[in-house]
């Protein structure tokens, strides 16, 4: 299993995901929607526990390291993210590599400096605690506005692949979506700590 500590900062504090969470996460998710096309986002409290059910079983397993993300100024939960699709190529105990993804926020915590903390979070402890090599961070290849964001991060673009993942659009019932994917490597994580780092600083 992945260890999920709880990660904080001065914009988000990262959560580990737990069943008791599930009301709070649909409050998160509800009002505007418009930019959640690309991503899957429960919408009400029963869509909300089968989310945090799938995450939690998935965590058990191995699979993943879900969390929610609060905002630091008043607790209020305004989104999820999570470790996923982890990798044990050299034998280790903690695994080599890892994907960040998952990842949505209400519309209100989006365009602050959560998302870039979070990252900055997530990446400190794959890179710091497990020691990885490849941090990985894919979206959908539509997806403009979350490639956009990605690319400021500093992450670099490797390709797209194709007919990769299930697609979560509601017009896309039985598709595969392009992935588009980027990466942090270990050789790049002091350069893009430093780029996380200031960006954080500019949101304060």
Known sequence: MLDTPTLSGRHVIL???????????AAAASGDRSSFGHTQVPD?????MAYVEGLVADHAAGRVAPFVQRRATDGTIVGCTRFMSPFWTLGRADPDEIEVG?????????????????KLLLLTHAFDHWQVQRVAICTDARNAQSRRAIERLGATFECVLRRHRRSTRATDVGILRDTATYSVTIDEWADVRV??????????
């Not at 009400?44 to 909300?48: I, L, N, R, W």
């Not at 780092?197 to 304060?204: C, E, G, I, K, P």
């Open 195 to 204: 780029r996380l780092q200031h960006l954080s600083t500019r949101a304060d």
């Open 15 to 25: 959560e580990p995901l737990r069943l008791d969470l599930a009301t709070e996460i």
């Open 44 to 48: 009400g409290v029963h869509e909300s």
């Open 102 to 118: 998952g990842t949505w926020l209400s519309a209100a915590a989006q365009r602050t400096g959560i998302n870039t903390e979070a």
